[in-house]
């Protein structure tokens, strides 16, 4: 069983960044694929970003290809969100997952762990 704790979440302005975090425990963490996703009021979960168990491989949504880094630190558990040029359609909470089904899912249903999720608020 593998526990999420996201973090890093806030209030920003169109165009700034934000990080964002996620500690994994209770699992071996280099042995799954991570993956963000987010959820704004009133719409579906929607994939964001993965990445590898050894982090050589990423794969983006479009809607975020260019501005949001995914990246992890196997040595610290944990898996991280670099976001930029934030726009207010980014505004979602925002929820890391793991996997081990594969990798470049963007499919929230072939994600067995989640977090609780961190809100970003982008004002225009």
């Known amino acids: 069983q593998v526990q999420l704790v996201e973090s890093g979440g806030g209030l920003v302005q169109a165009g700034g960044s934000l990080r964002l975090s996620c500690a994994a425990s209770?699992?071996?963490?280099?042995?799954?694929?991570m993956g963000w996703f987010r959820q704004a009021p009133g719409k579906e979960r929607e994939f964001v970003a993965t990445?590898?168990?050894?982090?050589?491989?990423?794969y983006y949504a479009d809607s975020v290809k260019g501005r949001f880094t995914i990246s992890r630190d196997n040595a610290k558990n944990t898996v991280y969100l670099q976001t930029t040029s934030l726009k207010p359609d980014d505004t979602a909470v925002y929820y890391c997952a793991a996997t081990n089904r594969g990798l470049k899912l963007a499919v929230a249903s072939l994600y067995d762990y989640w977090g609780q999720g961190t809100q970003v608020t982008v004002s225009s």
């Open positions: 990445i590898s168990w050894s982090g050589g491989s990423t």
């Open positions: 209770g699992g071996t963490f280099s042995s799954y694929a």
